[in-house]
């Protein structure tokens, strides 16, 4: 397929900000069971709830410039019931709407205790809007995912694996960057933010390499004898029916050189899971962070290559039909 | 009770869709003239839903929109090939999985005769029901943004103010070896069902579930089997018993007899 730009750029950009939001609930839970204690609290969560706020928006400003028709994106959430595209329209706004409300509860401090069953344990009001953002976060990782993986003749894509991925790597960015912000803001949490962080992103570089080693090895089911019905085992294609290329050349074929193909996928590993789990532990140590916001920045420019390549790997049986001019 | 649910869901299927209009394409008599795909472009570029793209139509790299091509595959090796000229547009299929995708309902299939359409006016442009479909028979319109595909000539086959024998698709009008043929592929008894039943007509990647209403025919050869007994007569009298009658030098022949 081809990698839309606007496409790379809405999935690693809400990936990065519902992993923050992720983070900060994270760290509530944790504080609302004293594992952790933060100075300054509602400041901490209200930024981080504004960068991820930021990053969601991001995202969805990037998504409009894929569409034909910008001005008719509303009518997109019609079709829920049948569309992953369509749940992930409704999902989106639904998250962003989630982690405005958080972030605010905590700007102005409006967080009343609604619930104190033993002294340790308080039901903090801004932490179940958390938790109801949360599932409205993996809601919305979920119809992402799904709408590469349920188009079951990509079999590149159709795997659960794509939805594990989708998960672990917006959750890596997203844990990385709160490393990184907790060092400015609140360094009591950059060990607990540092050490998931490094966790996600290993437990993705496992899922990931398992998507590699899955795709390296599919055995397609669709051929140019059933494209075409012809029972030989020798078939050429003369012509496309048209010489100057077409949609369908110009949509689902990447058009890059094989050797820039093959390095990219060596490259988006060595930035998405080794450099930055080497400058997360470095970071961690000397609480700097200028190396935890290198983390971040390299992990995501890793995951726009990683992403390009997940679209450039996707071999769309359409092509059978477009091998020659 | 019914013993076999995949039975029965046939059933149920072929009662909520009657209709299921389709085209067969015969690759046995299909010269690849293009005649279909210029008719196409001509009809649906002319009609109310706005032209089709053609940029640089007579310059370098000519690209544009097209419901239909036609592709050539060459199959064998030399010298025992074949050329086959393969005409491709939107199957219509009946579980069509470039529908349930769409994320606005733009993308439909008729429920009275089985064509998937686009709505153009509520296309967002988004490109994933072309995605959706194996068998590429979606394309953009550059310039209108909005996904087009074979429509049947839905805007033709229905006009009454054509005359009954044009109310078909353009390039079934066009055609000139008459290689494709148009019709209702749910009734049996339809001149397009019984060639397909007759002729070995199959769906394209049937792989995929997809059930394309439109089908091809198979390139078939006209042979007769004629065995060396048909050549040789085994039985000729003249052969029976080994010896070939000889001419009796004694015998008066018929000159010995009138000449005088």
Redesign the interface.
Known sequence: MHPAFSVIFLTTLIGAGQGLFLALVTAQSYAAVDFVSIKDANSFYAYGSAIALLLLVAGLFASFFHLGHPERAWRSAAMWRTSWLSREVIALPTFMMFVFIYGTMHFFGWDPLILSVEQPLQGQLSLYVGIIGTLMCFALFISTAMIYACIKFLQEWHSPLTVINYTLLGTASGFTLATAYSAIMAPELVTLFGTWASIITLTALISRSAALIRNSRIKYKSTIQSAIGVRHSNIQQKSMGSMGGSFNTREYFHHARMGWFKSIKWLFMVLVFIVPAILLAMGMQKNNYELLGLAFIVQYGGLLLERWFFFAQANHPQNLYYQTV | MNANPGYAGLQEGSETQMTQLALIIDLNVCVGC?AC?TSCKQWNTSGPAGSMCDD?PYD???????FN?????????YPNTE??H?P?SCLHCEDP?C????????SYKREQDGIVLVDYD???????C???????AR??D?H???MKKCTLCVDRIYDEALPEDERKPSCVLACPTNARLFGDVHDSESEVSTIIREEGG???????GTKPANH?L??RKTRIKIHDDELIRSDNPLKKEGVKPKKIIDDQTLDDITSW
């Open positions: 293009h795909v640089n370098k790299d000519p690209t544009g929109t097209f091509r036609v592709q050539s595959f060459e199959i064998g090796t050329l086959v393969f491709k999985p529908v349930p995708v769409c994320p606005t309902g733009a509520k296309c967002i442009g988004c490109k994933y072309s995605w959706a479909c194996p068998y590429g394309e953009l550059e209108q943004k909005v199959y769906q394209l990647m049937p792989e995929w091809y198979p390139r």
